[in-house]
T-cell receptor, first 118, second 115 residues
């Protein structure tokens, strides 16, 4: 049963510390999304990649957030330095193919990383 | 730009009762519409999707949704709710950007089921 995995599932850190969240998309999925979920803002798209190349990261605060996909099996989201307002659940989702409408399938979501910044 | 409105933050129903969750969208072209469910501590799972064709779409877990273009709505329904349906439900509208499909999610509706 193929699944998107995310590590860690929970992270508590202090303001100013670096945080790295990892995502392993389903093998063969070419498009990977990063979302942030908070009570106030709901589900926000931060960035997405197609074939490991970043296509859009306009939803991401550039000064402290960075997203990369060093290989097809790993996507990372890094926050440096972290702030209390970054506390949220961060989801990764992958899609088979290129997420083109004509062959679009559902997004497969990981279980999320719950980040708390004190 | 596309947008999705889920006007109900919380819905409470009794087990066995019928359910309708509302979703209104704004998009200039033919919308691609989705409903996802999120159980506590989990990621989102697709319930159903509408691309074209029959406006009444059947999904998993006994859910269905009806696309009404004139009302810009895509409401989710279930004839008889089970306690296990208690979860957060998200409506999403998809738009093409540069050859990729990008969904925009609503704020979600929390479903509470009373025994």
């Amino acid at each position: 049963d193929a699944r998107v995995t995310q590590t860690p599932r929970h992270k508590v850190t202090e303001m100013g510390q670096e945080v790295t969240m990892r995502c392993q998309p389903i093998l063969g999925h070419n498009t990977v999304f990063w979302y942030r979920q908070t009570m106030m803002q709901g589900l926000e798209l931060l960035a997405y990649f197609r074939n490991r190349a970043p296509l859009d990261d306009s939803g991401m605060p550039k000064d402290r957030f960075s997203a990369e996909m060093p290989d097809a099996t790993l996507a990372t989201l890094k926050i440096q330095p972290s702030e209390p307002r970054d506390s949220a659940v961060y989801f990764c989702a992958s899609v088979p193919g290129l997420a083109r409408i004509e062959n679009y399938n559902e997004q497969f979501f990981g279980p999320g990383t719950r980040l708390t910044v004190l | 730009a596309q947008s999705v409105t889920q006007p109900d933050i919380h819905i409470t129903v009794s087990e066995g009762a019928s359910l309708e969750l509302r979703c209104n969208y704004s998009y200039g072209a033919t919308p691609y519409l989705f409903w996802y469910v999120q159980s506590p501590g989990q990621g989102l799972q697709l319930l159903l999707k509408y691309f074209s064709g029959d406006t009444l779409v059947q999904g998993i877990k006994g859910f269905e949704a009806e696309f009404k273009r004139s009302q810009s709505s895509f409401n989710l329904r279930k004839p008889s709710v089970h306690w296990s349906d208690a979860a957060e439900y998200f409506c999403a509208v998809g738009a093409e950007e540069g050859g990729s499909y990008i969904p925009t999610f609503g704020r979600g509706t929390s479903l509470i089921v009373h025994p």
